[in-house]
């Protein structure tokens, strides 16, 4: 339970009882005593009030300090008058003046829509060599690409002996080597044979690295994989 004090109101001087929590903060009795006590006393008995000058119709008015830091215009009318008025710049793209809203001359740069999508295709791209043909090409910084067209990319690939998984299943495809599953012998439906890779490594692309199954095979092996979970029950389904 918490204890109660018992004080004397600093208003009306009469005796009342508050928490000791309360010790410190209470000094009135009630609430009415509070704003009887509080009524017309300034809000701001230390002048720490400054004079500032509108920048609209340039007459002086005061701010409290904590207001003065913000404060520009003296009162509604002139914030409207003062946000309104608009000045000339230059845009970036066309050197073509223009008129934008004071708040905005220090960020506005196009003065048009037709002026920032020019920017936006030029102004962020920037001149490259291709690795392969060395043919140079405009992209976008923001981008690593290294190549000026995707037949560079494959080209370099097949010179160095690296084929990509969609050439060699579209090479094994037209030699007409996907019939049939390697392990079960399945065949009905050859479109939804898979290609799987021996030592797990899709960049592994040789033709001794890739083996031809069928989904139930390409699911047991890869189940078998530890990161998959190791399963007791496929040592019993290979060994049949």
Known sequence: MP???????????????????QLKRTKYCSKSCSAKALKGRKRNPKGENKTLICLCCNKSFERTASRAVYAKYCSKSCTSKGTSQKSQIICHICSSPFEVINHRKNTAKYCSNKCRLIQRRTGFKEERKCIYCKATFSVPKSRKKKYCSLQCFHKEKIDKGQVSFSAARASLKKSGLIKKCERCGYGDHTHILGIHHKDRDRKNNDRSNLEILCPNCHSLEHNHHICHGYSHNYEKIKNK
Do not use: T, V
Not at 8 to 18: D, E, F, G, P, R
């Open 3 to 21: 204890k109660y004090l018992s004080r004397n109101c600093n208003y009306c001087n009469k005796i009342y009882l508050h928490k000791e929590s």
